[in-house]
T-cell receptor, first 112, second 112 residues
Framework: DVKVTQSSRYLVKRTGEKVFLECVQD?????MFWYRQDPGLGLRLIYF???????EKGDIPEGYSVSREKKERFSLILESASTNQTSMYLC???????????FGDGTRLSIL | RKEVEQDPGPFNVPEGATVAFNCTYS??????FFWYRQDCRKEPKLLMS???SGNEDGRFTAQLNRASQYISLLIRDSKLSDSATYLC?????????????FGKGTTLSVSS
C-alpha cells in the first residue's frame, strides 16, 4: 500500500518564521505535489515536482519554495510565514502518466 | 470559467437513495479523470478513475462525456458511510508531471 508521510499533523508558528513542511513517500513515485486546502476554495496546487531537483510552480506559488533533493522526499518551505498562510497543507505523490495521486494525512498549520 | 466546476451541495438524502453528482471541465485537452472522496478533516482518497466507456465499482458508476466535457458519479443504495465530500479531478494534459486539478467538491449527507 502506498504510504505518504507528512512530518507533522499540527504545527503552530509565528509570523516571519521560516517554516519547513516535510513529505516522504515510499513507492518510488516520480511525481510529488504540495497543495493547500481552505474552506470555500478547495485544493489549490502550490508546487509540484516530476523528478529529483526539478520543480514546477502550481497555481499559488507566491510565498513558498520547495526542495526535492531525493526522489522520496519533497519539502515545502514558507520563507517568511504570514497569517494568510494558515491552512491545511497536503502532500501527494504519483507515478508519471495518467496515474492518480495518493495523499498524506495533511498538516494543519497555524501562523500566529 | 473555472477549470473544474461542481455543484457544492450539500446533498441531503435518506439511506437507500440514488444520488448523482455532476462535474464540468473547461480544458478540452484534459486526458484523465478521477473521483476522490474526502471525509471531514481527512485527506482526499481515490474513489475511482473515470474511463471513456464509463465504469462501475459496486454501487458507484462513473461516466465521461468528452463532447460535453462532463463527468458524473452515480451512487446507488446510499449508505450512512457514504457521507463525505466528493471531489471531481481532471488531469490537464498527458505530459510528464502534469498536475491534477481538483474541483471544490460536492458534499453528501446520508441520513437514516
Amino acid at each position: 500500500d502506498v504510504k505518504v508521510t507528512q512530518s507533522s499533523r499540527y504545527l503552530v508558528k509565528r509570523t516571519g518564521e521560516k517554516v519547513f513542511l516535510e513529505c516522504v513517500q515510499d513507492m518510488d513515485h516520480e511525481n510529488m505535489f504540495w497543495y493547500r486546502q481552505d474552506p470555500g476554495l478547495g485544493l489549490r496546487l502550490i508546487y509540484f515536482s516530476y523528478d529529483v531537483k526539478m520543480k514546477e510552480k502550481g497555481d499559488i506559488p507566491e510565498g513558498y519554495s520547495v526542495s526535492r533533493e531525493k526522489k522520496e522526499r519533497f519539502s515545502l518551505i514558507l520563507e517568511s510565514a504570514s497569517t494568510n498562510q494558515t491552512s491545511m497543507y497536503l502532500c501527494a505523490s504519483s507515478f508519471l502518466g495518467n496515474q492518480p495521486q495518493h495523499f498524506g494525512d495533511g498538516t494543519r498549520l497555524s501562523i500566529l | 470559467r473555472k477549470e473544474v466546476e461542481q455543484d457544492p451541495g450539500p446533498f441531503n438524502v435518506p439511506e437507500g437513495a440514488t444520488v448523482a453528482f455532476n462535474c464540468t471541465y473547461s480544458n478540452s485537452a484534459s486526458q484523465s479523470f478521477f473521483w476522490y472522496r474526502q471525509d471531514c478533516r481527512k485527506e482526499p482518497k481515490l474513489l475511482m478513475s473515470v474511463y471513456s466507456s464509463g465504469n462501475e465499482d459496486g454501487r458507484f458508476t462513473a461516466q465521461l462525456n468528452r463532447a460535453s466535457q462532463y463527468i458524473s458519479l452515480l451512487i446507488r443504495d446510499s449508505k450512512l458511510s457514504d457521507s463525505a465530500t466528493y471531489l471531481c479531478v481532471v488531469k490537464r494534459g498527458d505530459q510528464a508531471g502534469t498536475a491534477l486539478i481538483f474541483g471544490k467538491g460536492t458534499t453528501l449527507s446520508v441520513s437514516s
